[in-house]
């Protein structure tokens, strides 16, 4: 890396565009007093980022611009801007995790440009940056805004004028170490924000606990509900494919009974001829009363499963009852009177249905009986001022005249099958006691009537067995209302043997306890709740990892701003010694002998008070005072046959030399890109101004060189001459020249 030119802009008294190009190890700017030779100088301090407005001679950034002059008008803005060759790719930045960003130019250009409201802006490549991405540039080179590597006229002063503390940042400047310490304080910060960000995670988790906390108690309750759901569905598994499996097997009976049936009517009405079947247009009496008492029992069977169904409901609200007498104070049930009402409503129709023969009546009955029993489904009453025992007790009467009603129904199911095996044997008898010549054929019209009625059986099971599709069909989807699509996991159900419908009936009985148990408990606000109490659960864990990983980013911080320190710390010591060797070194040569090094000191530096907070947040103040010791640099010299050992007994030109010599010293141990030298040699005679050339030589072996001089003997071992004029307009030019002019110039 090496420095390419300078562009100054603007800048001071340098009105128009003006370049420096530094193509040599050591270039020369010379001119008379008044000139703005050294305003080159400020200018590199200027966009390297200086801050001190003093350092530059100026108050405001106002001060910088050029003021104008009789024929030229005053500037709007400063602009100076450095270039640098970057083949070598040695420029690096460091983003704000602290990774390295290689910049992959070849000419890294820095500009800074100052506005007459004292705005500032700085450039990088043509792209905006902040002044810290600049010092973080420049840090990463060994270049820096102030310090060794610009050395003015009055630097022997600064220098050895420096507090302890002082000093020290600028032997650490000298040796590279800035570059740590500006990671330090970047750590630093980050660590700050790192303890607020773990504070603040800390506070979310506190607020949230007490919401976690009661949505737990929420998902327990819902745990129940879950066990029923469980329940439920391995109840349902084995209803619902029993029940498709009956389904199916009894549509295909029915289908083959049918055929069968048809096929031997069809086989009769052609073994008797449609004559034979023509003669007798009067069926007998016997055989009308046996086709309607087929008839009226279906109906009375078709009933019995309709009592049952209901039967089944009462039982689930009779649990349901029970349950709530111990849970809740206050339910909706079914009352005593009204129940018996309906009873009775349903023994009236039945009472009705057994007296008709019409088939038509018997089933408009029917469904009088079903709209009864619907309006008592669906009708919500609201409870009696009674007891719970009352209500409960009342229920189970309700369950006794039901089971009652269901022995009566059953007692007639039997005595119609009575009645219809005592009908066949009185048609067998009326068949038996006919002429023979008849038999035959009264014994087919016998088997006519009896497939007829079989065939009209097999189409009332139809409907029976339709009606029981559909309600299968409605249980279905009231078992996706309750489980999702897990309800058709049924039909991978296996089992083995037949299907027994009372164990059918038992299932399904279950099946709505558990339906009615679930809707009490609300299933829809159970899902709200799950989610809930999931986001909640993910955000605490969510923030106890950021927890987590704040607490190793604060630990690996610590470390790594402890790593830091210890190298700065080895760094530092390594390099004053080998400081010293090279200032005693320049000191003896500038001084023909004598003794000059640096020590490291120490004072007591009062150390702030800092609030902790405990672990409830607390805040614990510290009343009393901390001294901490705080680390310096003094410089020890003795002068050569003189009895000289403090700095402020040394003349002026002493201490120049002592000066010149700690800052080659400096510059020869950490040699940086380049070395700027404003007239350092202004109170050099001339025989410790050959000794200077001598060693601005060795310097530039490792340092490009800028020295700005009137010395003639310095301006001999330039390789590169800048004059620098004040024109007639008012500013400042700039002439390369040759030695001789130059020599004539700085006159």
């Known amino acids: ?72 008008s005053k500037g709007t803005k400063a602009t100076v801007s450095v270039y640098f060759d970057n083949s070598d790719k040695v420029f ?101 924000r790192a303890n607020e960000n773990m504070k603040e995670v800390s506070i979310l988790r506190r607020e949230n606990a007490p919401h976690l906390n009661f949505l737990k108690k929420q998902v327990e309750k819902l745990e129940k509900v879950k066990e029923m759901k469980v329940e439920l569905s391995t109840l349902y598994q084995e209803y619902l494919k029993k029940e498709s499996v009956y389904l199916n097997e ?45 008839t009226n029992l279906s109906n009375v069977r078709r009933l019995k499963n309709e009592i049952e169904r209901k039967l089944g409901r009462i039982e689930g609200m009779i649990e349901i009852a029970e349950t709530r007498r111990v849970e809740t104070p206050e339910e909706v049930v079914v009352s005593f ?41 669906k009708k919500p009453v609201p409870v009696e001022n009674n007891s719970r025992i009352e209500e409960i007790e009342n229920l189970k009467n309700t369950q006794r005249e039901v089971l009652v009603e269901m022995e009566r129904i059953e007692e007639e199911d039997k005595k119609i099958q009575e009645l219809i095996r005592g009908l066949k044997d009185d048609i067998q ?74 164990l059918q009936e038992d299932l399904r009985r279950k099946i709505e306890r558990i339906k009615i148990k679930l809707e009490d408990a609300g299933l829809t606000n159970g899902a709200d709740i799950l989610k809930e109490f999931d986001e909640v ?35 530092f010591e390594t390099g004053i010694k080998k400081i010293n060797t090279k200032f005693h070194e320049f000191f003896a040569l500038m001084f023909g002998g004598g003794e000059a090094s640096l020590s490291i000191v120490f004072s007591e530096k009062r150390k702030k008070s800092s609030n ?56 020869a141990v950490n040699p940086p890109p380049f070395l700027v030298l404003d007239e350092t040699d202004a109170a050099l005679d001339e025989a410790n101004s050959r000794k200077y050339g001598d060693m601005l030589e060795k310097l530039s072996e490792h340092s490009q060189l800028i020295v700005v001089t009137h010395n003639r003997e310095t301006m001999s071992r330039a390789g590169v001459l800048y004059g620098v004029t004040i024109g007639s307009d008012g500013a400042s030019k700039l002439l390369s020249v040759k030695f001789d002019e130059a020599a004539a110039i700085a006159k």
Do not use: C, W
């Not at 200086?50 to 108050?59: A, L, P, W």
């Not at 497939?451 to 249980?475: A, G, H, P």
């Not at 405990?614 to 901390?626: S, T």
């Open 250 to 294: 009894e549509k295909s009976r029915l289908g083959e009974d049918k055929k069968r049936i048809l096929d031997a009517i069809r086989e009769i009405v052609e073994k008797m001829g449609d004559e034979s079947i023509g003669e007798d247009k009067k069926e007998s009496p016997k055989l009308v009363e046996l086709r309607t008492t087929e």
């Open 92 to 192: 690096k930045l460091s983003n704000e995790e602290g990774e390295i960003v290689e910049l992959n130019y070849d000419t890294v250009s820095i500009s800074r440009e100052v506005y007459a409201d004292g705005l500032n802006k700085y450039i990088l490549n043509d792209s905006d940056v902040r002044l810290k991405d600049v010092n973080n540039l420049l840090s990463s080179v060994h270049i820096g805004s102030s310090g060794h590597h610009i050395i003015s006229q009055g630097e022997a002063d600064r220098v050895l004028n420096s507090t302890p503390r002082d000093l020290k940042e600028i032997v650490e400047d000298a040796l590279g170490l800035k570059v740590y310490q500006f990671k330090i304080k970047e750590g630093v910060r980050k660590l700050e």
């Open 537 to 571: 659960t993910e955000r605490d864990a969510f923030l106890a990892k950021e927890m987590e990983d704040l607490a190793r980013s604060i630990e690996s911080l610590h470390q790594l701003i402890g790593e830091l320190k210890e190298k700065i710390h080895v760094e």
């Open 612 to 667: 902790e907070e405990d672990e409830e947040g607390e805040v614990i103040e510290e009343d009393e005072e901390e001294f901490v010791p705080e680390e310096g640099v003094a410089i020890d010299i003795a002068l050569p046959h003189k009895k000289v050992k403090e700095l402020h007994s040394l003349s002026g030109g002493e201490r120049s030399l002592t000066s010149i010599a700690l800052l080659f010293a400096m510059s």
């Open 429 to 502: 008898k009326e068949s038996e006691q006919g002429m023979e010549q008849e038999r035959a054929r009264f014994t087919l019209k016998v088997k006519h009537q009896e497939l007829s009625s079989e065939l009209q059986l097999n189409n009332v099971k139809e409907e029976n067995l339709k009606r029981l599709i559909e309600s299968y069909e409605n249980e279905v989807r009231e078992g996706e209302a309750f489980l999702g699509a897990e309800v058709f996991l049924f039909q991978e159900y296996v089992f083995e043997g037949g299907v027994d419908r009372g």
């Open 1 to 72: 890396m090496r420095l390419k030119y300078l562009e100054l802009n603007g800048f001071k008294s340098f009105a128009k565009k003006t370049t420096l190009e530094f193509g040599h190890p050591i270039v020369s700017v010379v001119g008379p007093n008044g000139s703005g030779k050294s305003n080159v100088v400020e200018a590199l301090r200027f966009v390297l980022g200086e801050q001190s407005m003093k350092s530059m001679r100026g108050k405001t950034g106002v001060d910088l611009i050029f003021k104008g002059s009789k024929s030229l």
């Open 337 to 377: 009177s009204e129940m018996k009402e309906i009873v009775g409503d349903v023994n009236t129709f039945l009472d009705e249905a057994l007296k008709k023969e019409s088939l038509e009546d018997i089933i408009n009955i029917i469904y009088r009986i079903k709209e009864v029993l619907n309006k008592f489904d």
